[in-house]
């Protein structure tokens, strides 16, 4: 009855502060580094100037938290992210899928929050998010997407087909 574990989004700034609280509370947590993006026009990516939005950056952090996995008995844990919903190109979302697969870990994004982010993505890819990640071989079941608010049929069938997982944040989607 409560929170028993938790993974951080990609929000946390010093993922060590994070790892020191959960251990004094002694719950599980999967935690990532903050903010991995590289798409310069996306408006969040250029708001949060401690987090640049830069390949080079995006890939030297990709897996930076995957030290934590060596105890598979540890109750923090480390996982890929990128921040995800249209701030990372598809050559950073290809490495950081590629990445979670080979190290046995999760891949995780925040996707499709709203019709108006998921409309964002459709511009920017020419098709669904979704299918669009599926056809460059990104989704798995090693992935797990946060919020997943506004999917189209073609985009379940992707998600389905693909044994991935979701998160959907009840509280942030009544927003």
Do not use: Y
């Not at 950056?57 to 934590?68: E, V």
């Not at 499709?112 to 964002?120: D, H, I, M, Q, R």
């Not at 919020?147 to 087909?161: F, P, S």
Request: glycine share 8%; aromatic share 6%; proline share 4%.
């Amino acid at each position: 009855n409560g929170v028993t574990m938790f993974m951080e989004p990609g929000t946390a700034f010093e993922p060590d502060a994070v790892a020191d609280a959960v251990r004094a509370v002694g719950i599980r947590a999967s935690l990532t580094d903050a903010f991995v993006w590289d798409d310069k026009n996306n408006p969040r990516a250029i708001a949060i100037t401690r987090a640049p939005a830069d390949t080079d950056r995006a890939l030297r952090r990709l897996g930076g938290q995957l030290h934590r996995n060596g105890d598979p008995e540890a109750l923090i844990r480390g996982h890929v992210n990128v921040w995800g919903g249209g701030t990372a190109s598809a050559m950073l979302e290809s490495a950081a899928s590629e990445l979670a697969r080979k190290s046995g870990a999760v891949f995780n994004q925040h996707q499709s929050l709203t019709k108006a982010s998921a409309e964002v993505d459709d511009a920017r890819f020419g098709r669904h998010p979704l299918v669009h990640f599926a056809e460059l071989g990104i989704l798995g079941p090693h992935c797990t997407f946060v919020h997943m608010n506004h999917l189209r049929d073609d985009e379940v069938d992707a998600v389905a087909t693909s044994g991935m997982s979701l998160v959907w944040c009840a509280t942030t989607s009544m927003n």
